[in-house]
């Protein structure tokens, strides 16, 4: 990606997006072109960001092949710098390492990048999302780059999976979607499925980014106050962010 094509994103006639990408440019950088060109100088409502990100894909790759292929080859690479994928990057290796077991679960997919990655080191994995159709999509995809991933349509408050199900479960970028009274139920759910470990990553912000949908910020203190309540051995560390990592005893 380059520095030229973060400009192109204007808004034109009747409110629609104008733009000039092509396939080979698209990739999930297009989050960060739209919250910089669009949403911070106020051309855009935060709440038209979804609507704004899905009509571009769609116009320039309808299938979605180039926006995944494109996305997964930056984060195997590491992104150009300053990008969406470049932040990511290293939140992707440092979940990918912390992984255990044959057995784990994304919860908030969204586009799955993070689940595509672990199916293809060789882990089986179910790739949960709240939005049926965004859960859809990873399956298509999955299955198109014959990289297969269970997708479920599911709540992070209510996991449709049973109890001590999978080995690792995942909350990547997850908790700052939602407001902070249901931390506990998450965790709640994550540690009745997992066997072994349960991982939460979070962004540590100044303020929330409304444009990618965060309603709160986090600090080590509340990660420290998260694995404290619930009894069991964790860790917290900083990596591109926060991390919690809890141990079930089994």
């Known amino acids: 990606m380059t520095a030229t094509a973060r400009a192109r994103l204007r808004i034109g006639a009747g409110g629609r997006i104008d733009h000039d ?7 999930n950088d297009l989050a960060g072109w739209i919250a910089d060109d669009l949403v911070v100088p106020g051309l855009l409502d935060p709440a038209g960001f979804e609507d704004a990100f899905v009509g571009v894909v769609c116009e320039v790759d309808p299938g979605w092949t180039a926006f995944y292929g494109n996305t997964l080859g930056a984060l195997r690479d590491g992104g150009t710098p300053g990008g969406t ?3 990511m990057a290293p939140v992707h290796d440092r979940a990918a390492a912390l992984a255990v077991g044959p057995h784990v679960v994304e919860l908030g997919c969204c586009f ?3 689940s595509l990655r672990l199916a293809a080191e060789g882990h089986r994995v179910t790739a949960v999302d709240l939005v ?5 999509l990873l399956g298509s995809v999955s299955t198109a780059l014959d990289t297969p991933v269970t997708t479920l349509a599911g709540d992070a408050l209510a996991v449709p999976l049973q109890d001590a199900s999978a ?3 995942f909350a990547v970028h997850l908790l700052e979607h939602l407001p902070r009274v249901l931390d506990a139920t998450v ?11 349960a991982v939460v990553a979070v962004p540590f912000e100044d303020e929330p980014t409304p444009a990618w949908g965060h309603v709160r910020t986090f600090d080590r203190d509340d990660l420290h106050t998260l694995g404290t309540a619930t009894g069991l051995p964790f860790t917290v560390t900083e990596h591109h962010g926060g991390w919690l990592v809890i141990d079930v005893p089994r």
């Open 21 to 27: 990408i092509r396939p080979h440019e698209l990739s």
């Open 85 to 87: 994928n470049a932040g």
């Open 112 to 114: 799955g990048f993070l």
């Open 132 to 136: 049926p159709g965004t859960a859809h």
């Open 167 to 169: 080995d690792t479960v």
């Open 187 to 197: 965790l709640a759910e994550m540690l009745r499925v997992a066997r072994r470990r």
